[in-house]
């Protein structure tokens, strides 16, 4: 069976730069606590107008100028987000349109900051198949506007950024490849890390009293997460291993969800390896949800972090609980 390879890849987060210093006049916060606990020390958040779809026609436009492709190659569309512009439709189809692609397949994926791991999978079986040429893998994420600004929702706000990072996929050349993904659930976890309303499992879907109640924000368990998040990552990334016969030794690069410097510290530290081979660009986005790891993709590439031919993993964990990992001969 053929194999798929990313050819192009790219990001863009929007231009508003938010620090820690900035959150400290809207909440009872500070830069100490945030970097200390995170390694968090600014984020981007859209301005008004600005939509997921728009991020994402932006990183997908870099990923096909460096793949070379051109907006009527594309065969398929795939949108990992928790955050589409509207409850429906998916951003999926306003990606279409703004890229002026033909009437090709464009679908949505929610699965939190696990998304874009399971779209590369998805795109990955297409092109192996046959079913498509060229696939536009899109992660990108608009939190800023669901987030409690003030003290009462400091724990997850000072945690979540905005921006985009997409992929193109196409068939590949002998050499590199997506050699396998690895894709996980577990339900039972779903009050850990969630938001609950709009819902469609109320009539109405939001009243003001929920409003009131302030249930339209996210909620997590940090520590919950935390405590699952630093099991799972080294789980399903020596899965990744052992399915493709490969060590620690033969990794140039992990590329994990960016959640929390602690966590990918925690993870380095039970897998024995050293954090000059675990990518972090917290420090610079905060959490990004689906587009973190589209993002790390693309700097850790840009900054020449590994080469044509290396082998990297991308492993991710998050609400869901879902988490999922790649192993990529880049
Ligand atoms: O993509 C996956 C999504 N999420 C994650 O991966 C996050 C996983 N969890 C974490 O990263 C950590 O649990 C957090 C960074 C969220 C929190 O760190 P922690 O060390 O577990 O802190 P905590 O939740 O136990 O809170 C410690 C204290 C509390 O005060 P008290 O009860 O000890 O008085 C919080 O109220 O810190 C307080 N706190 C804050 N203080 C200043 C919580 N948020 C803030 C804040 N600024 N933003």
């Known amino acids: 069976m053929r194999q798929t390879m990313i ?9 508003r730069v938010v620090t820690n210093r900035e959150l400290e006049q809207l909440m009872d916060t500070s830069d100490e606590w ?20 728009d991020l994402g026609v932006a990183a997908a436009q870099k990923a096909m100028t460096m793949a070379g492709v051109k907006p009527e ?13 509207y409850f429906f439709p998916g951003s999926s189809a306003q990606v279409q349109e703004k890229l002026g692609l033909r009437n090709v397949g464009a679908f949505d994926i929610k699965a939190a900051c696990s998304a874009f791991i399971y779209g590369l999978s998805i795109g990955d079986q ?30 997850m706000a000072v945690l979540f950024g905005d921006g985009a990072g997409a992929v193109i996929l196409r068939p590949g050349d002998g050499r590199s490849a ?8 577990d ?13 469609s499992r109320f009539n109405p879907r939001v009243s003001h009293e929920m409003l009131n109640e302030g249930r339209q924000y996210p909620l997590m368990n940090g520590r919950e997460v935390f405590r699952n998040a630093i099991v799972r990552f080294p789980e399903v990334i020596n899965e990744a291993l052992t399915t493709n016969g490969l060590t620690l030794d033969d990794i140039a690069l992990i590329i994990p969800h960016q959640a929390n410097l602690r966590i990918s510290q925690a993870v380095a530290k039970r897998l024995g390896v050293g954090m000059d081979r675990v990518f972090s660009n917290i420090h610079k986005y905060g ?22 031919g290396d082998h990297i993993i991308l492993a991710a964990f998050g609400a869901g609980f879902t988490w999922a990992s790649a192993a990529i001969r880049w």
């Open 187 to 199: 339900g039972k976890h779903l009050k850990d890390l969630w938001c609950e309303v709009p819902a």
């Open 34 to 53: 945030i970097v200390t606990r995170s390694g968090i020390r600014e984020r981007h958040w859209v301005e008004e107008g600005e939509g997921t779809s």
């Open 73 to 85: 190659a594309i065969d398929l569309v795939v949108f990992a987000t928790l955050t589409s512009d």
């Open 287 to 308: 959490n990004t949800t689906a587009a973190s790891i589209p993002i790390a993709l693309s700097e850790a590439w840009e900054e020449g972090r590994f080469s044509r």
């Open 7 to 15: 050819s192009g890849v790219g990001y863009h987060v929007p231009k």
């Open 126 to 155: 297409f092109i192996k198949t046959g079913q498509a040429e060229t696939v536009l893998v899109i992660g990108a994420e608009v939190q800023s506007t669901a987030l409690n600004v003030s003290t009462s929702g400091r724990d």
């Open 178 to 185: 997506i050699l396998s993904t690895h894709l996980h659930a």
